[in-house]
């Protein structure tokens, strides 16, 4: 029962003086482009979805560095009785993963363009190639919102700009808050890969989550849940990498690279393109270049999947802290509990 307990009481101290006042925090300025996007641009313009995107990026790189700082200034005497390893201040260490030095941009670089080549756009295309309807229903799911209409756009150019522009604000705005926030703080407070697990089931669900939208009715129930597959699997590399690495960069970049390669895919789809066309002329060069970089860097990304299975594989096995394997059982049950409930909290950012 102590085991338990002690499980319980780590994750909700991390949601209640960390999590939940994080998601305020955002929430209260994500409010700002909301109300100041329209009157400044209005939702009619094709720079709309530029300027709300890249003021949320703004609004949450500034924001969590902020309030970490401030809630470890008034509830440091009560995280330090449950947090597990801290080399250096919240702030500090999430600053610290921005860092790009002349000895490691290369890696960095290199990283990026691996996670991107061979985890984020083989995922993409085999569903795009299995379930042909996915494109569809991508596009009915985004194309649509006055912050996406850049999809809309005849001009290519016009496209091309707003889809660079808007694709690294929400890169940056999802790493920040699952990767840079959730994995990286929650692995100071218990199990890393309780950490990597909750931000990842978190991640998930907030791709599930359009399955809440009214466009979602008139496809299969298992579309959005097909979205929180790929997310989570996606989530959970991510994460142990950041982990591993402490670098932020590649994977806001692999993130990036792909929204801007989804992005083409929804505007050629609506440019009347089937998707055989947008296979041939855009993954089919992408996913070669994928099998060179693979063969180029062989071991190390052999190394890599090694050591991220053998860490993966830990999770189901008891910590040093556990006793029992109904500790372990109770471990999992809770972070899956404290995914959905972060989810439900995340709501607020979506807003």
């Known amino acids: 029962m102590q ?15 960390e999590v939940a006042l994080v998601f305020v925090f955002i929430f209260v300025l994500l409010i700002i ?16 979805g530029i300027f709300f995107y890249l003021m949320r990026a703004v609004m949450v790189f500034i924001g ?17 009785k449950v947090i597990i390893s801290e080399d250096v201040s919240p702030s500090k260490g999430y600053l610290r993963m921005f860092r790009i030095t002349k000895n490691n941009y290369k890696y960095q670089l290199l990283y990026g363009i691996l996670i991107f080549l061979l985890v984020f756009l083989p995922i993409d295309f085999f569903t795009y190639l299995f379930v042909p309807q996915m494109i569809e229903f991508q596009t009915a799911a985004l194309a649509f919102k006055t912050t996406n209409y850049y999809l809309l756009s005849d001009n290519y150019f016009i496209f091309l700009i ?20 959730l994995a990286k703080r929650g692995s100071e407070y218990f199990f890393k890969m309780s950490a990597v697990m909750i931000s990842s089931l978190y991640w998930g669900l907030g ?30 590399i991510l994460g142990l990498f950041i982990l591993r690495k402490k670098w932020i960069f ?17 505007w050629g789809f609506l ?3 089937s998707f055989r066309v947008i296979a041939l002329y855009l993954y089919t060069p992408l996913l070669i270049l994928g099998l060179i970089f693979l063969v180029w860097n062989h071991s190390k990304i052999k190394d890599g999947i090694s ?12 910590d040093s802290k556990e006793h029992s394997k109904a500790d372990a059982l109770f471990r999992v049950f809770f972070d899956i509990l404290m995914g959905v409930i972060i989810f439900v909290m995340g709501l607020l950012v979506a807003v």
């Open 3 to 17: 085991g338990k307990k002690r499980i319980a009481k780590v994750r909700f101290t991390f949601f209640l003086y």
């Open 33 to 48: 482009p909301v109300f100041s996007a329209p009157l400044l641009v209005g939702e009619t313009s094709i720079i709309y």
């Open 64 to 80: 969590v560095p902020l309030i970490m700082y401030l809630t470890n200034l008034i509830f440091e005497s009560q995280k330090r």
């Open 162 to 181: 707003s889809a660079i522009v808007i694709q690294i604000s929400v890169g940056l705005t999802e790493e920040i808050i699952s990767r840079g926030f």
């Open 207 to 236: 791709h599930f989550a359009y399955f809440l939208d009214p466009i979602s009715r008139t496809y299969p129930v298992w579309f959005p849940f097909i979205w929180f597959i790929q997310a989570l699997i996606i989530g959970i």
């Open 250 to 266: 590649p994977v806001i970049l692999a993130h990036t690279l792909n929204n801007i390669v989804s992005a083409h895919t929804v």
């Open 271 to 273: 440019q009347g393109n």
């Open 307 to 318: 050591s991220g299975f053998k860490e993966f594989k830990t999770y189901f096995r008891l």
